[in-house]
């Protein structure tokens, strides 16, 4: 093999093992040389290749991936959420249907109790007469400001009716009025939940809720919120 | 079934991405559109992981998957006013490294593309003149000849020149 053939063969792999380039490493000092000096040549080559790798380059692409292939599927089942939707929303107009038809008011201000017990007056804004009385004056109604404290007034839905709530302070405790703008729907006399007990009279058309604790003397209290709530002339 | 899929997929990741991403960067010279090649490419692994029969050929798998991607760079690219080329050149946001290893990235950062990729595949990943040659649709002697051309010029690029002096003089 002449000088040129060897160093051709050697630049274009360093790591060739072929018996004929030993004999012609061996035969001459200069290839020999020349192999060992490309050898080093191609540890640094290699050394520079290693370029540093982004960190958590690994688990970025599996990342990546996941999320690409996720979004895709979500696209590709969408005409799928869209029927979900669609039959959910079916469900939930049936369910109000049924619910319009079986749910007691009397439930729902039960049910309201709960809830309304972390309602806070929003921004401690200062419930006067006046705010009492133009929020009553919707319901056709006015209320004696001697009744007690007026805690809160806010509107709320029972059973899908938009009222009235009031939360009182009273000498006999503390007490819940709601004002539901429907006698269609007639809440018993009395009722009681584990916590609460209720009673209700209708105020013409619209049905007057009282709600207290089991201890609170509610009929000393209803009574005098008869007295005080009358109809607005 | 898909849970087979992703622990095969996540296998090939970790063994691969190192030296897909060396490679990617090889190619072209920057560092963040490397590693969006490397995105793309094992995205594009992930969707056609069920083509890949043979683990062993999946080195040269992912490497024509690469290429491809960093083509279709190239012709996006042809539609904006950046010439690519200019972008970023090896070596300038390696501060870390030594000198020494510095000049030599920059060294091969010069080399022309059809020069630099063989010699990659070479060093990179271990490749014989053959597989490479297959790798590149070449024939085997033209690989050669780009081998060799490639050790060749940065041996004259990176010798001392105090030797270099010393070699023209005597």
């Known amino acids: 093999m002449d000088e040129l053939e060897f160093r051709r063969r050697i630049y274009a792999n360093p790591a060739d093992d072929d018996d004929a380039l030993y004999t012609a490493a061996q035969s001459d000092a200069d290839n ?26 690994a688990n970025k692409l599996i990342l990546n991936t996941s999320l690409v292939e996720f979004n ?106 709601f004002l539901v703008p429907d006698n269609s729907q007639v809440a018993p006399n009395e009722f009681s939940d584990p916590v609460y007990k209720g009673t209700s009279y209708a105020l013409q058309k619209t049905n007057v809720l009282v709600i207290g604790e089991k201890s609170a003397d509610l009929p000393a209290f209803t009574s005098q919120l008869q007295q005080r709530l009358k109809l607005s002339t | 079934m898909m849970k087979e899929k992703t622990l095969r997929y996540e296998a ?51 490497i024509t998957i690469l290429r491809r991607e960093n ?30 290893v510095r000049q030599v990235r920059k060294a091969m950062s010069k080399l022309a593309p059809d020069y630099r990729e063989p010699l990659m595949l070479q060093i990179i990943f271990g490749f014989s003149g053959d597989e490479i040659a297959q790798q590149l649709e070449l024939n085997k002697n033209t690989v050669m000849t780009r081998l060799f051309r490639a050790r060749s010029q940065l041996k004259e690029v990176l010798s001392p020149p105090a030797l270099q002096r010393g070699f023209q003089s005597g």
């Open chain 1, 72 to 177: 895709q599927h979500k696209r590709r089942n969408r005409w799928y959420i869209g029927l979900a939707a669609s039959v959910a929303f079916t469900c939930g107009i049936a369910l109000t249907a049924w619910q319009q038809q079986h749910t007691e008011l009397d439930q729902a201000a039960l049910t309201h109790m709960y809830y309304a017990e972390h309602e806070q007056p929003v921004g401690n804004a200062r419930i006067t007469p006046q705010l009492v009385n133009a929020k009553l004056a919707q319901f056709g109604a006015e209320l004696d400001p001697s009744i007690g404290k007026i805690a809160s007034i806010n509107y709320c839905l029972l059973d899908t009716i938009r009222s009235l709530h009031m939360i009182i302070e009273t000498p006999q405790g503390r007490m819940s009025v």
């Open chain 2, 71 to 100: 083509a279709r760079r190239f012709e996006r690219k042809q539609f904006d006013l950046v010439d690519v080329e200019d972008v970023s050149v090896s070596g300038s946001d390696d501060q870390d490294s030594h000198a020494e």
């Open chain 1, 32 to 57: 020999e040389a020349f192999w060992k000096d490309i050898k080093s040549l191609d540890d640094k080559l290699r050394n520079a290749a290693n370029v540093p790798v982004p960190d958590d380059l």
């Open chain 2, 12 to 62: 090939l990741v970790r063994a691969l991405h190192s030296d897909i991403y060396r490679y990617a960067y090889w190619l072209t010279n920057d560092k963040s559109t490397a590693e969006d090649i490397v995105q793309e490419t094992f995205l594009r692994a992930w969707r056609a992981l069920d083509s890949l029969q043979d683990e062993k050929a999946a080195k040269s798998w992912l």
